[in-house]
């Protein structure tokens, strides 16, 4: 299927979501310290834990994700968004790959919408999972002028693998 076409479906993917109220609230996160967190992976081998999802099965650095709900960019407590971690891999809207200047394999993106407490939209709440299973969060706030969708949809580094 051509790029156009898929991104085109992808793109009424996205707005038959929100049109049908089959975007949840960012639900409350099921854990609250690191051994509930590790508890929640279906599968663990070490500091590795396993996520089916409708692409594969992502291996995540436990220490490594729990690490980045505590001590990141601006040291915030993400609590607004840990609820919505094992969510977007189990159920994503779609899944993406990006590829990134220097390395081998790409990214993998999963993104899922969902609203805030007060029922705006945080646009799309993506992850991202590195071959190693280090996590990082893309985009996780509402993007008024739809810039991360834009790039989504157009980008030519941006391949969609996966539409529900």
Do not use: C
Request: hydrophobic fraction near 35%; aromatic fraction near 16%.
């Amino acid at each position: 299927m051509s790029s156009e076409i898929f991104n085109k479906e992808l793109a009424k993917a996205l707005e038959s979501a929100l049109q049908n109220g089959k975007v949840e609230t960012m639900p409350q996160a099921e854990f609250r310290n690191f051994d509930d967190f590790k508890r929640q992976f279906e599968i663990t081998k070490g500091s590795i834990g396993f996520i089916k999802t409708p692409y594969k099965d992502v291996k995540v650095s436990i220490p490594y994700a729990w690490k980045h709900f505590r001590e990141n960019t601006y040291n915030t407590n993400r609590d607004n968004i840990k609820g919505g971690f094992f969510k977007t891999f189990k159920d994503p809207l779609f899944i993406a790959e990006q590829a990134r200047e220097g390395q081998s394999n790409p990214s993998v993106y999963f993104y899922k919408p969902f609203l805030d407490k007060d029922k705006k939209l945080m646009n799309l709440f993506g992850i991202g999972i590195v071959s190693v299973g280090n996590i990082k969060f893309k985009t996780y706030y509402f993007d008024e002028q739809s810039n991360r969708i834009n790039q989504i949809l157009n980008g030519k580094d941006i391949r969609i693998i996966y539409v529900k």
